[in-house]
C-alpha cells in the first residue's frame, strides 16, 4: 500500500513513523518531507500548500491512502481535491476545515448549539470594533478570524492595547485577510489541555490528552511560539473532566458540524481551558496539533493507519483507539531568535541523542544540505520525545536527548513538563 502524507514537521515525523509500523504499507510519499522524514518516506518538493503540485502527485502516482496533515492544504480544499479522484483521506474537507479556518464560523457554531466557550462578538468594520474596545471589560482577548500561523490572537491588558490589535488586523492587515474580520472575546483564566480525538463525523474517539509549552522563555515568558514541547497525559484532565468534555463539547461539536451539513472526519483538536466554570472551548484546530502529536502518536498502542481508514471510511465505532498507561515529553530545541528572524542552513550534530533509551528525536525544521549533511531549515528544529511509565522519567529522558543536540544557536526551555509535575504531586 502506498501512503502521501502532506506535510514537512515534527507532526508529521510522528505519523510517518507510527504509519511505517504496519506491515502493509510500502511506500509513503512525503510532500514536502524534511531531513529526518527521508530516513522512513519518499520526501518529494512539492509545499503543501501547492494543492494543483500534489493533486497531479497524487494521480500519477496511483496512492492508496493519503493523510493530509497541515491546516493550510485543508483549508484550501487539498481533501475535496484528492477525493474526487477516487483517493481515500484522513482528514477534513474545506468545509469541515473552518472550524480551525474562521473563528467566526467556530465561534457561531458554539453559541448556536450552545456548546461552552468564551463570550465575543465579532466585527466585520475596524471602527465598531474600535468603539467596542473603548468600554470593554479588561483584559480582552482579541482575535483574527483566519488562519495567522498561530499570530492571530492578542491578549490585550490595556485599551491601547486592544485599539493598536485591531488596527494592526484591520487596517494594516497584518495578516492579509484573516483580520478583515476579528473576533474580540473575554479573557479566561485556568490551565489549559489539548486534547486530540479521532472522528469520522458520527463516532469520536479522543486519544491521550496533553499540555502544551506555547511560550518562548522558561517559566511561560516571552514571545507566543508554535509549541515549545508538550507532555502527555496532561495530569489535570481527570477522568470526570474527561466525562464533561466528552458530554458537553465533543459530541455536541460533531452533532453540530453534522447538523450544519459539514461533518467533521479527521483529527479534531480541542485546545481547552478548565475555568472555575467548567470546561470551555479556547480554539477548534481541524488536524494533528504541533508538538502534541510528538507525545501522544508514541503512547497510542492501536495501529495508527487502521484507524485512520476507519475514519475515511465511517466506520470508527468498530476500530479500537487504544493507548499505553505511560507517559511522553517532547522538547523542542530551537533557533537562536525564534519565534522572531533565525539563520537556516546551520549544521547539526545529534550526537547519541538516538542512542538514549527510551528516546526518539522528531525532525521539525531540517533538512539535507547538498553533501547530504543535516541542517537546520526552521525556527522549530528537532523534538527530543521521551516515553517512559512515569512522567518524570519521560522528561528526564526527552532532556538527556535534547542536551545531546549541538547547533550554532540552539536554545530549549528547561522546564517542559515541570508545571505539570508539580499539579500532580498536589493532585496525589
Ligand atoms: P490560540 O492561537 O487560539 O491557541 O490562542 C493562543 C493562546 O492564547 C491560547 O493557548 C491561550 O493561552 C490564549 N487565549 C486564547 N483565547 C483566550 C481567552 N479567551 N482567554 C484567555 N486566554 C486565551
Ligand atoms: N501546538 C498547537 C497547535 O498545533 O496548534
Not at 18 to 39: D, F, H, M
Not at 268 to 282: C, E, H, R, S
Amino acid at each position: 500500500m502506498d501512503i502521501l502524507v502532506i506535510g514537512g514537521g515534527g507532526r508529521e515525523h510522528a505519523i510517518v513513523e507510527k504509519l511505517r509500523q504496519n506491515p502493509e504499507v510500502e511506500t509513503i510519499y512525503a510532500l514536502p518531507g524534511n531531513g529526518g522524514i527521508a530516513a522512513q518516506a519518499q520526501c518529494v518538493d512539492i509545499k503543501a500548500t501547492d494543492i494543483e503540485g500534489i493533486v497531479g502527485f497524487a494521480q500519477s502516482h496511483k496512492v492508496d491512502f493519503a493523510v493530509v496533515a497541515p491546516d493550510d492544504p485543508l483549508a484550501l480544499g487539498a481533501v475535496d481535491r484528492l477525493e474526487a479522484l477516487g483517493i481515500p483521506c484522513f482528514g477534513p474537507n474545506k468545509a469541515a476545515a473552518r472550524i480551525e479556518a474562521s473563528k467566526v464560523f467556530a465561534k457561531g457554531l458554539m453559541e448556536k448549539y450552545h456548546i461552552p466557550t468564551a463570550k465575543c462578538r465579532v466585527f466585520h468594520q475596524a471602527q465598531e470594533a474600535l468603539n467596542y474596545v473603548d468600554s470593554c471589560p479588561l483584559p480582552t482577548v482579541v482575535k483574527a478570524d483566519g488562519l495567522a500561523l498561530g499570530k492571530g490572537v492578542l491578549i490585550c491588558q490595556t485599551r491601547e492595547e486592544a485599539r493598536e490589535a485591531v488596527q494592526a488586523m484591520m487596517v494594516d492587515k497584518r495578516f492579509g485577510d484573516s483580520g478583515s474580520r476579528v473576533v474580540v472575546e473575554e479573557f479566561l483564566q485556568g490551565p489549559e489541555v489539548s486534547v486530540l480525538a479521532f472522528t469520522d463525523g458520527k463516532t469520536i474517539k479522543p486519544m491521550v490528552s496533553s499540555m502544551d509549552h506555547k511560550r518562548a522563555g522558561d517559566g511561560d515568558t516571552g514571545l507566543n511560539t508554535g509549541g515549545m514541547g508538550t507532555i502527555a497525559p496532561n495530569p489535570l484532565y481527570t477522568p470526570e473532566i474527561a466525562q464533561r468534555c466528552m458530554e458537553e463539547i465533543f459530541l455536541p461539536t460533531i452533532r453540530a458540524m453534522a447538523q450544519e451539513g459539514c461533518p467533521f472526519k479527521g483529527c479534531l483538536y480541542f485546545g481547552l481551558m478548565l475555568t472555575q466554570d467548567g470546561p470551555k472551548v479556547i480554539e477548534y484546530n481541524c488536524r494533528f496539533g504541533d508538538p502534541e502529536t510528538q507525545v501522544v502518536l508514541p503512547l497510542m498502542t492501536s495501529d495508527l493507519l487502521s484507524v485512520m481508514q476507519a475514519v475515511a471510511a465511517g466506520n470508527l465505532a468498530d476500530t479500537p483507539v487504544e493507548f499505553s498507561k505511560g507517559a511522553a515529553c517532547c522538547v523542542m530545541v530551537v533557533s537562536g531568535g525564534y519565534p522572531g528572524a533565525y539563520a537556516k542552513g546551520k549544521a547539526i550534530d545529534v550526537g547519541g541523542a538516538e542512542q538514549v533509551p527510551g528516546a526518539t528525536l522528531y525532525h521539525s525544521g531540517t533538512a539535507l544540505d547538498a553533501q547530504g549533511r543535516l541542517v537546520t531549515a526552521g525556527g522549530r528544529v528537532l523534538g527530543a520525545c521521551g516515553v517512559g511509565p512515569t512522567l518524570e522519567q519521560a522528561i528526564h529522558t526527552a532532556y538527556q536527548a535534547a542536551e545531546q543536540i549541538r547547533f550554532q544557536g540552539a536554545f530549549m526551555r528547561r522546564d517542559i513538563g515541570k508545571k505539570a509535575l508539580e499539579l500532580a504531586r498536589l493532585q496525589a
